[in-house]
T-cell receptor
Framework: QQPVQSPQAVILREGEDAVINCSSSKALYSVHWYRQKHGEAPVFLMILLKGGEQKGHDKISASFNEKKQQSSLYLTASQLSYSGTYFCGISGANNAGNNRKLIWGLGTSLAVNP | EPEVTQTPSHQVTQMGQEVILRCVPISNHLYFYWYRQILGQKVEFLVSFYNNEISEKSEIFDDQFSVERPDGSNFTLKIRSTKLEDSAMYFC???????????????FGPGTRLTVL
């Protein structure tokens, strides 16, 4: 049930682009993206919903591919501040019930160098 | 901007001792969570809490663990008899708890690093 993230690690030069994927073998209803810097808490980036539009936040955007049961996070014109580990979390809940835990992928380590 | 706070930032304890980790969720949030992250590994769900009771828990959350909302602001995680493998970063999170679970954003506190010797 754990989502699979790829790649495991990316090294970029400042200004380059990257794509991080998060896929699931089970039906996806939403994907939550977070970034975690070393020694800090995960910081929420965005939520992608099944059937929803591509979302964006500054130069970071994401999409949801229902056929592939996958969400992709796009980082364009990367900045040094983008460095960190990116996690996707899935809920698979699709309801207003009480089960709100997130199941996390193993993370993608991104290093942006000058 | 409202944020989740956690105390202490670092806790060192001897194996077998009890520890209590404290969290103050965002004030208007209804759902609270504990996650843990062993160094360099993924974040693991422990428990969620809603309406003064456990909503869901993982297999990690055994009888050694308990959660409590002792007053209107604090949310605590107690580990009764710590083991070496309990050493990890423990994150508290909270969410509004309104509407669909899929759109309910969880906001994380800065974490408590627990070291069991």
């Amino acid at each position: 049930q754990q989502p699979v993230q790829s790649p495991q690690a990316v090294i970029l030069r400042e200004g380059e682009d990257a794509v991080i994927n998060c896929s699931s073998s089970k039906a996806l209803y939403s994907v939550h993206w977070y970034r975690q810097k070393h020694g800090e808490a995960p910081v929420f980036l965005m939520i992608l919903l099944k059937g929803g539009e591509q979302k964006g936040h500054d130069k970071i955007s994401a999409s949801f591919n229902e056929k592939k049961q996958q969400s992709s996070l796009y980082l364009t014109a990367s900045q040094l501040s983008y460095s960190g580990t990116y996690f996707c979390g899935i809920s698979g809940a699709n309801n207003a019930g009480n089960n709100r835990k997130l199941i996390w992928g193993l993370g993608t380590s991104l290093a942006v160098n000058p | 901007e409202p944020e989740v706070t956690q105390t202490p930032s670092h806790q060192v304890t001897q194996m077998g001792q009890e520890v209590i980790l404290r969290c103050v969720p965002i004030s208007n949030h209804l759902y609270f969570y504990w996650y843990r992250q062993i160094l360099g590994q993924k974040v693991e769900f422990l428990v969620s809490f809603y309406n003064n009771e456990i909503s869901e828990k993982s297999e990690i959350f055994d009888d050694q663990f308990s959660v409590e909302r002792p007053d209107g602001s604090n949310f605590t995680l107690k580990i009764r008899s710590t083991k070496l493998e309990d050493s990890a970063m423990y994150f508290c999170a909270s969410s509004e708890g309104v509407g669909l679970a899929d759109t309910d954003t969880q906001y994380f506190g800065p974490g408590t690093r627990l070291t069991v010797l």
